[in-house]
């Protein structure tokens, strides 16, 4: 029983739920066999899909409901209303020490809110943000707040940053990952006020961050820096920029090479070499946000994820457990309070 | 001399001056002959170079001047002590009515600062902002704010937006160009304050404007809109996110194609069918930004301009010229305060 990771997933979540949910626990189990699994959903279209997995299957429980929640179901009225379904009953189980974290494809609005619920925010921690993976030039970074807070003051901007160490040391492996955060560079006006006061804060910090300095946009793809901090608004837009721009260029790479009889001979070559790319950049790779600042682990998995997709996912959360990503959180910001902590604390006792 | 075009150029501004100057003025005249030129510079540098095309000679003018404003020289500074610089002396010449516009690929700040002291806003303008051009799946779109204004409230963006709608119908020749406003698709919080209320602004204005709605990062590449609005932060980190990837797949692009013989033999077929995308996402082709809200027009050609990104800058100052953008701002801001104009009229009042 020693080493066994419990992961609670929300088995109706998602568009391919449940199948994708069971599939990719399947695939997940199958390179990390110390996963266990408990299901929360309709055990009448879950068993089945189960039966057909026997290494599985002998590893997972199903914990029955009937509810779900609806993906277009608006955050405060799921919070209210769902209390049975299989989303905030995952969520429960993490909570209650029954899984070291819950996984769901469904609405991320629900899920932030019975996260928060649930969960709590750390001590210290002002605003919980959402942290995703990029893939970049040379390595995966990390990006944060991906749209949990569209406004941000530069104290928010500070502990993004502090759990963006700890997120990227967890989830990507760094030991001192450097840290970037998200500016502008016209000569004209270099930046808004939050984001120059939080580089103050960061240049000042006790704390043992890898402060590169500021970063632009031409920096997130080069891979710069191995996490990018910047507020909901401008995150969310940029990820989903350059998610549109990749699609963008494989689209118009599809086609210009089936226009001849030349060009499609010369994909035909080339194929298993796009094929790499592919690979390198495909989003189901870098599946599985995570709600950082919370006092448990709930990872969002994109709405439309396949089995490997939610695999993913299903691996973000063990490292996340494992490697004790809020632990650390809890201590940097303990150190904070303790230090001679001139700035650092009085800025976030301030808040 | 009747229908020509004339345009003051800075040709000591940018990286490769002032021989990019020259020779992109060149390439525009080829395609523009009613183009006539005032060359800004140092007479000994530009002469030789003008010399060499015989046309571009007949139709230009040097006027000498030893000073230029350095890259790096903080606008403020180059406003105070770059008087006889060649760019504010070509921004000068756009002000007296001696070109119809000012076109420099010299540092952004110093280029702003300089057109808006001597060109003024235009009346009703609360805010210049720079406008660029993009490619997207479908067809060019226009982006503002690209990084003049890093904060913006909901008066600013919804002046963006009649800003945006004149420069799309000059710029891409969009009779009714539809104008998305730039938001987080997050259910948690969907936008800050300033676009929410712009949204209403919009939804509420008298004025002819195809207002779409709100958009997300993913449509500024799949080309949902004509024109995006957005302050100048998030416009900023999304152009050099955007540009970012797809130097990032051009890269890896090169790099997988040249791995093996058959992958090598494939790119050699392939060639001419890539090129298409090249050719049609090469960022030579939307080169020449606009300050937009001006009673003047300068155009920003990037710094790092070769002669036939120079020659598209030169481009867009002539249609921009031509097609009177600044006039129908004018006219689109007066009609907001002689209608009805409640809300438009109070609200940009109360700015």
Same mark, same amino acid.
């Given at each position: ?125 002002? @605003? *919980? /943000? #959402?942290?995703? $993976?990029?893939?970049? %030039? ?7 707040? &991906? ?123 080339? @194929? *298993? /070499? #796009?094929?790499? $790319?592919?690979?390198? %950049? ?7 946000? &995570? ?61």
């Amino acid at each position: 029983m020693n080493g066994e990771v419990l992961i609670a997933l929300d088995a109706m979540g998602g568009d391919h739920a449940p199948r994708s949910v069971v599939d990719g626990a399947a695939l997940a189990l199958a390179s990390h066999p110390e996963l266990r699994f408990l299901f929360f959903g309709d055990e009448a279209r879950v068993r089945p899909l189960l039966s057909a997995h026997s290494t599985l299957n002998a590893v997972s429980e199903i914990r029955h409901t009937s509810d779900e929640v609806p993906a277009d179901e608006k955050p405060s009225v799921a919070l209210r209303q769902r209390r049975e379904s299989s989303m905030f009953l995952a969520i429960q189980a993490a909570k209650e020490g029954n899984a070291v974290a819950a996984v769901s494809s469904g609405n991320t609005g629900a899920l932030m809110a019975m996260a928060k619920l649930s969960f709590r925010t750390l001590p210290g921690i002002m @605003r *919980p /943000a #959402i942290a995703s $993976i990029f893939p970049t %030039l040379s390595h995966p970074c990390v990006l944060l707040d &991906m749209g949990a807070n569209a406004e941000c003051d530069a104290k928010n901007l500070f502990q993004f940053a502090l759990m963006g160490d700890a997120f990227a040391r967890a989830a990507i492996g760094k030991e001192s990952p450097s840290l970037g955060l998200l500016n502008i560079g016209s000569e004209e006006v270099k930046g808004n006020s939050a984001v120059k006061e939080a580089a103050d804060m960061l240049r000042a910090t006790t704390l043992p961050l890898n402060f590169h300095g500021f970063v632009e946009g031409y920096d997130i793809p080069a891979g710069t820096v191995d996490v990018v901090i910047t507020d909901g608004f401008t995150g969310n837009v940029v990820i989903k920029t350059a998610e549109g721009m990749a699609r963008l260029l494989a689209h118009d790479v599809k086609q210009a090479l089936s226009r001849s009889f030349r060009a499609k001979l010369g994909y035909l070559l080339a @194929r *298993p /070499a #796009i094929g790499t $790319i592919r690979d390198k %950049l495909d989003p189901r790779r870098y599946n599985g946000a &995570m709600f950082l600042g919370l006092n448990g682990i709930a990872i969002k998995s994109h709405g439309s994820a396949d089995a490997e997709s939610f695999a993913n996912a299903v691996r973000v959360a063990h490292h996340i457990a494992v490697t004790g990503v809020n632990e650390r959180i809890c201590s940097e910001l303990q150190s904070l309070g303790e230090t001679a902590g001139e700035s650092d604390a009085t800025s976030l006792a301030n808040a």
